[in-house]
């Protein structure tokens, strides 16, 4: 860590002289062998000797630094009972010999077992050189050279329930005391040495775990620190200058949101702390832990804190907050409708710190890749419709836009094709629509509306004439109609009736007549021997006062958009009334002779 510290010094002037001495929490600090206060980040496998001897304990089996439990400093180490233990290495440290020293820690049993090991070392036999400390059915005692040989305390320890423990070896007696109460002594004159020391674990023929946290364990080598009953220490962090273990790393919060910035720190106490944000000192804010509430925008910046003590000060690193702008939506989502086959696109516009991530949804799923702003939907089909809304999110949140519906307009995708029917059959159309339904129906014929003609299929039986013509369908939901190309019913033209051979006399009226079937329009043109007779275009033909030459075989070519048929002919005979051109001439005849009377007539023969 970047940590600068800082040394505070008295000036003590005698005489001419002058002495330089440091401030001293602990006058026994410089006799202090081994000081874990297990601080550090919860799950840690490491923790730092606050003494001036600075060892390194090495965690074994499932032992880490907890805050499930803590005396002092928010953390302590805990042990599960089964296999977990510290090692530190051998040190003159503790090599007691036959002099003073003092063992204390604070310790809480889960009730894992009756027969638990504190400290110790792995030992052939409790004939050992060094001093065992053991939790046996409940109560803590120490041997002194054999377990025959002990001090044990009165005090059962309840489990879940911290208790300071000390044992002060001075003068030659051992004095246990449990919560600052005096609980047993015993002249103990054993000369001890740990080798490899062990925490949470002892061995005599067999491994006897610790279940539960240790806190604040200090070995003080020469001094024996209690001869009688004494108040209970603080936090036991040595007698130093401050030395940050744990600092809030750089973080980021959204508006409106709260952050804790909090910093854990050893050396001798009392310790101080001042916050300070862009190198100006925040007022009040003398805590280890600065809780910033409601934070606005002009709350980001960079953040340190100074941890001093009557010796020296450190400052921390920089923690860094970011004040993220949480995402805001500014424009909706707009639906609408859409043709079969077409484009729609749909739009959101959002605020907020960058980057902004979108996510379109529809129906509920996520659509995969439409993570833009803008979301385009291309050559439309039935299935695209229905409700979207995107889900728009930064670094300080989301927000999940309103839904909106996407509707198609009907599009016709099938219809039946124009074609001829004959007389009397049954005739079916049929259309076949896309959009959002539910899709209405409406057929014409002619462009006028057939009553009851609202499926997707019209049957016509029993096809006449009269059935033929234009058909058309409108095809409609809410959100509109469409409608269909024509479907043309047509009938070639065929005769069913047309005029006999006609006779009639010079001078009458010629009514010639055809009677056809067929799609209308229907055409008609007469001729008479094999002559159009101009105008002569209607299923009628009249001539009036006809004469002679009307005579002849007359025609007649029917026609409509399917086709022609004819000619159809028709003979036509003028009768000429009889008449007479020369009158005979009379004369005389001698009697018994014979006289010719001749006469001229005209008309038709005979």
Known sequence: MNLRKHFFVMSLVVGSAVFITEATADPHFGQVGLLLPFDGKHGNTSTTDVSNSGHSPVFKGNSKISAGRSKYGGTSCYFDGKGDYLTVADSEDWNFGTGDFTIEFWVLRTGVSNFEGILGENAESWNSGVPMIVIYNTKILITEGEFANKTQASTSFIANTWYHVAFSRGGGVMRLFVNGKLEGFAADAHSYDFNELRIGRYNVGADYDFGGYLDDLRITKGVARYSSNFGLPEAMKGDAVPTI?????????????????????????????????GGVEISGATQSTLTLTDVALSDAGDYRVAVSNSIGQEDSETITVTVLQPVGIDVQPEGGSANFGGVFTLKVVASGSEPISYQWHHKGATIDGATKSTLSLTNLRAADMGSYHVVVSNAGGEETSNSVSLSMLPAITKLTESMNPVKGENVELSVTAAGTGPLAYQWYHSGTLIEGATSTTLFLTDFQTGDSGDYHVVVSNPAGSITSDMVTLSVPPTITSLTDEVSLIEGDTLKLSVTAFGTPPITYQWSKDGEVIPGATTREFTLVKTEASDAGNYAVEVNNALGQIGPFEVTVTVLQPAKIVTQPVGGTVIEGDSITFEVVASGTEP
Do not use: I, M, R
């Open 245 to 277: 273990t744990l600092l809030t790393q750089s973080t980021t919060v959204a508006e409106g949101g709260s952050v804790d910035l909090s910093v854990t720190a050893v050396g001798a106490l009392p310790l101080a702390y001042q916050w300070s944000k």
